[in-house]
C-alpha cells in the first residue's frame, strides 16, 4: 500500500482518538473530518480540514448528510494504477484519500435502551460511515480501513516502521 497522505476520519466512539491522530499528523497525513469528529480533533490540538471545507459542499439535512459526494468517494475510489481514475480525479479537484477511520453509530446500544424513540433509533442508523468503508473497501489496495480504536496502537506502529506506508 502507498504512504498514507490523507485521511477521512468520521467516528461515533472517540475513544483513542486524539493520540491515534496527533500520531497520523507527525506521520504527514492530513486529516478530514466531519462535525463531532472534527470538534473533538481541534479540542485536542489536532489540525483538520473540515469535509465541508474540502467538498465546497456543507453538512446538511440536520448532519444526515456529511461525507455523501463525489470529492470523497472519488478519493477513496480513483485507483492509483488506472491512469483514466487519476485523469477524471485531476479533472474534477478531486484528492486521493488513503485512510477512512470509521465506527458506526451505535444502532444496537440505543434501540436497547427501554425509553428510546423511534425518531432516535431512526437518526442512529449510519450512512456515511458504511458508504466509505464499502469505498474504501472496494479499493483495498490502495486505502486502508480503521474501524476499531484497538488497532489505533499497531496501525501507528506499523506507519512509523514503514515512514507513512502501511
Known amino acids: 500500500m502507498p504512504k498514507i497522505k490523507r485521511a477521512v476520519v468520521s467516528v461515533s466512539n472517540k475513544k483513542g482518538l ?3 491522530a496527533k500520531s497520523l499528523h507527525s506521520l504527514g497525513v492530513e486529516i478530514l473530518s466531519t462535525g463531532g469528529t472534527a470538534k473533538a480533533l481541534r479540542d485536542a490540538d489536532v489540525p483538520v480540514k473540515d469535509v465541508s471545507d474540502y467538498t465546497g459542499f456543507p453538512e ?17 475510489l480513483s485507483r492509483r494504477d488506472n491512469l483514466k481514475d487519476m485523469e477524471d480525479i485531476k479533472e474534477y479537484g ?29 437518526e442512529n442508523i ?9 469505498s474504501a473497501s472496494k479499493n483495498f489496495k490502495d486505502v ?13 506502529k506499523e506507519m512509523k516502521e514503514l515512514k507513512g506506508d502501511l
Open 18 to 20: 486524539a493520540e491515534f
Open 60 to 76: 446538511m439535512l440536520d448532519g444526515r448528510l456529511k461525507t455523501l459526494h463525489p470529492k470523497i468517494h472519488g478519493g477513496l
Open 94 to 122: 478531486i484528492e486521493l484519500i488513503d485512510m477512512v477511520v470509521v465506527n458506526l453509530y451505535p444502532f444496537e446500544e440505543t434501540v436497547a435502551k427501554p425509553d428510546v424513540t423511534f425518531a432516535e433509533a431512526i
Open 126 to 134: 449510519d450512512i456515511g460511515g458504511p458508504t466509505m468503508l464499502r
Open 144 to 156: 486502508a480501513v480503521v474501524t476499531d480504536y484497538n488497532d489505533y496502537g499497531s496501525i501507528i
